[in-house]
């Protein structure tokens, strides 16, 4: 039916750049390319789970012309053959069979299809929802189409026809059931390609009066289209289609589908007007590549239904390139296509006019039928460099194509012709107020000498020069910029204005002695002339100026402190030289040692002064328990004097203060039972 | 001349008295003399030495030259409360004089010790 493939191919077009131009109107359109086909074998590498998705990978592949591998074939066949031969398999399984069918054309057995007819038509018979229908109805159509089986007709096809449009809406859209009041585009669509399956099955003339409601049905979901500025046209989805076909791409295709394949198989025409049809088919080229598997699915096989209906088929106007040079003496090559890359009938591309421009004149582009391309080959002679919005008109040899094709009315392109400009009459001179020109010396662009020129504050600049386009008119550059940098990199720029015809700028340096921050020196000269049109933009420096400015008063600006230079940002920094405190001038070592034995010395005297006092042990208490107390309490105190010691060497204080607290109920316990009892015998003595 | 020489015999005899008076002392408040001007002397050498080479670590000077003279004032005060002399010292038995001798010094040389870095 309408998803049958488009013929032949044809050459495939150059990818060129989709410019977003100035103006929003002025868009071009590509037709589908080489790029698609790497990005289809991409999109749909992976393994397919459902007949769904395989369907949709064999369809898309089979439209693009890509080669699929041979075990896909196999395994897909396979899987129909299963799906087919079972009788379990639900309408949406036996639906997706046959339409892999379709594209492999595999082998399946007699028993099958009868089984498989049956199935479909008593599923026509009982079926309630629209989807049951859409897969029932499309079930037997493949059928048909495939030859498996001849003379099949659906029984009441008036009745299953009257059952669907029951469903529909007064605002074209389709109802899901009867059951449930919410409707949706992509419903439209399905409810449009089943009653086209209704027609082409039924045995005698369905009731012209339902084929009338039904186009009025389309003219009316028609009303509901959206727009982009660029021409597109789109169906926007429900959020409310509660199977997730919501995205426009999904309903747009949908309809299309609809309408191609119930115009295919209605008398008359659909009244469909014909730039409707171009704008879906703009939408759909304007997606570009798909990111994911169905956009890509939809998007082909809506522009594989377009490629040739019985509504109108769009052809797109599109330029392998918009920038033509003048110097290369590039011609303007314009090509119409169908929305696959197929050629167009016999047409006539003519250059209405220019926007903007009136200089270009209507004229007519010629054939080249060895390339398939319109050119247009008097650039060079009438047209100067810059940007222009061209716009075309396309003309049928035969006028009967005019209906059956859509094309746009006014096609509107931006193109950028390059040239070299010329650069011409350059003089740059210094001025004095009192003499007039000092020196004035002639540019020359091309060669590489640099003018040497000095100045002092007093003195003027002046710079000069004409811009001249191939075809000899005057040129206005983007850019005109004249830079004067100091041998301390600091740089100052200015615009040079024009004047007509000249570009001329004047330096007072009086007035820029403040800016310059009084730098005296040697200045080079910089020009930069660019323009995105001007092939041969240049910057370049110029020559050398000495300028002598006065000395700079006490609260002169200074000029900005300028970047280092990048790379030593990482390169390695000053060594910074740490002063420390000059340590203490310390004793030697000797004396040290020497007074160390002199503190020793009031000890040993100590000793032997209580030698010579006589002193004894003899209060030493001799009954055990007290000697030990006595012996306990020595120890105690020598521990804890021990204990100091290491403090100082190595302990600190938490750890010192929490053996001391030991020590110390130790030593005060031991202390008291030695000392009252000194105490007690010293009293015993006394009163005895 | 001769009233040099007066004042030479004079104060030669006051020695003597001194010296005399000094032997009666009980042994125990001599022990304690003893050790008062051990740490004196102890002391005096150290600051002699910092004379000498400068007082660069001046916490360990203070150190010593406390701890010296910090513990000479507690025997001091033992000697005084230990005295029978002592009227006001009475009731104090010296066992009692000794321990708190002890303990002071225990903490004396803790902060000492602190301090001596």
């Not at chain 1, 039916?1 to 044809?10: D, E, H, V, Y």
């Not at chain 1, 999109?43 to 080669?67: I, P």
């Not at chain 1, 939809?298 to 239904?305: F, G, I, K």
């Not at chain 2, 408040?29 to 910092?50: P, R, S």
Request: glycine share 6%; hydrophobic share 45%.
């Amino acid at each position: 039916m309408a998803r049958s493939l488009s013929g032949f191919l044809a050459p495939i077009v150059a990818v060129a750049l989709i410019c977003c131009s100035f103006a929003a109107a002025a868009s071009i359109f590509q037709p589908i390319s080489e790029s698609h086909r790497s990005a289809a074998i991409e999109t749909f590498a992976r393994s397919y789970g459902s007949l769904e998705e395989t369907y949709e990978a064999l369809q898309t592949f089979d439209v693009l012309g890509v080669e699929r591998k041979p075990d896909v074939g196999t395994a897909a066949c396979q899987s129909v053959s299963q799906t087919l031969a079972s009788s379990s398999s639900t309408l949406k399984d036996i639906f997706y069979a046959l339409k892999v069918n379709g594209v492999l054309k595999c082998e399946v057995d007699t028993d099958s299809v009868e089984g498989i007819v049956s199935t479909l038509q008593t599923a026509v018979g009982s079926a309630s929802s629209l989807l049951e229908f859409y897969h029932s109805i499309g079930g037997l159509v493949l059928v048909k189409n495939q030859a498996l089986k001849d003379d099949l007709y659906l029984a009441d096809a008036e009745g299953v026809f009257r059952s669907i449009k029951a469903l529909s809406q007064s605002d074209g859209r389709w109802r899901y059931s009867s059951s449930n009041p919410e409707s949706s585009t992509y419903a439209a669509g399905s409810a449009l390609e089943a009653l086209a399956g209704v027609i082409s099955l039924s045995s005698s003339e369905i009731d012209q009066s339902l084929i009338g409601t039904t186009k009025n049905d389309i003219l009316k979901l028609f009303e509901r289209v959206e727009k982009y500025d660029d021409g597109a046209v789109y169906f926007d989805g429900e959020e409310s289609d509660a199977h997730g076909n919501q995205g426009p791409i999904t309903s747009t295709w949908s309809v299309v589908t609809g309408i191609t394949s119930f115009a295919a198989v209605t008398s008359g025409n659909l009244n469909l007007p014909g730039e409707k049809i171009l704008g879906l088919a703009k939408f759909f080229l304007g997606v570009g590549i798909p990111g994911d598997a169905k956009d890509f699915f939809n998007q082909v096989d809506s522009l594989a239904c377009l490629e040739n209906n019985r509504v109108a088929i769009p052809l797109i106007l599109s330029l392998p390139a918009t920038v033509n040079s003048l110097t290369r003496k590039d011609t303007l090559k314009v090509k119409v296509s169908t929305v696959l890359g197929s050629d167009a009938p016999p047409l006539k591309i003519k250059l209405v006019r220019a926007k903007d421009t009136p200089a270009i004149e209507s004229q007519e582009l010629k054939f080249d039928s060895a390339n398939k391309v319109h050119v247009l080959d008097t650039l060079e002679k009438s047209v100067d460099v810059g940007n222009y919005i061209f716009v075309f008109e396309i003309v049928f040899n035969d006028p009967e194509h005019k209906k059956a094709y859509a094309v746009e009315s006014k096609t509107e392109v931006p193109i950028f012709l390059t040239g070299a400009v010329k650069v011409g009459n350059a003089k740059i001179a210094v001025l004095d107020s009192d003499l007039g020109s000092i020196e004035t010396q002639n540019l020359d662009f091309a060669g590489e000498n640099l003018v040497s020129l000095g100045a002092n504050h007093l003195q003027k600049l002046k710079l000069r020069f004409q811009l001249t386009t191939p075809l000899g008119h005057p040129f206005k550059p983007h850019q005109a910029i004249l830079k004067l940098t100091h041998e301390s990199k600091v740089d100052h720029v200015f615009v040079v204005g024009n004047t007509g015809k000249q570009f001329e700028i004047v330096l007072d340096f009086l007035g820029l002695v403040d800016k310059f921050y009084y730098l005296s020196g040697k200045y080079e000269i910089q020009l930069t002339v660019g323009d995105a049109v001007m092939e041969n933009s240049f910057f370049r420096v110029i020559g050398h100026l000495d300028l002598d400015l006065p000395e700079a008063p006490e609260k002169a600006p200074r000029p900005p402190v300028q970047p280092a230079d990048a790379y030593s940002r990482y390169g390695p920094k000053a060594e910074i030289a740490h002063i420390f405190r000059a340590p203490e001038k310390r004793p030697p070592q000797e004396l040290s040692l020497a007074f160390l034995g002199l503190t020793v010395l009031p000890l040993l005297g100590f000793i032997i002064g209580l030698l010579r006092l006589g002193v004894n042990l003899k209060n030493f208490p001799s009954a055990a328990a007290p000697a030990a107390f006595a012996a306990l309490f020595h120890v105690g105190i020598g521990s804890v004097l021990l204990l100091y010691v290491f403090f100082w060497l190595k302990l600190d204080l938490f750890t010192t203060l929490k053996i001391l607290g030991f020590l110390g109920v130790f030593l005060l316990f031991v202390g008291h039972r030695t000392l009252s009892h000194l105490a007690s015998t010293s009293s015993k003595v006394k009163s005895a | 001349m001769g009233r040099s020489s007066s004042t030479v015999k004079e104060t030669q005899a006051l020695f003597q008295s001194l010296r005399s008076a000094y032997a009666a002392t009980p042994n125990n408040l001599k022990i304690i003399d003893l050790y008062v001007g051990f740490a004196v002397l102890t002391a005096v050498i150290q600051v002699v030495y910092m004379a000498v080479v400068g007082s660069f670590p001046f916490n360990s000077f203070l150190s010593g030259v406390l701890s010296c003279i910090g513990t000479a004032v507690l025997a001091v005060c033992l000697r005084i409360q230990v005295n029978k002399d002592n009227k006001e010292f009475k009731d104090v038995a010296p066992e009692r004089a000794f321990a708190d001798f002890i303990l002071c010094n225990l903490v004396l040389h803790l902060v000492i010790m602190n301090f001596l870095g």
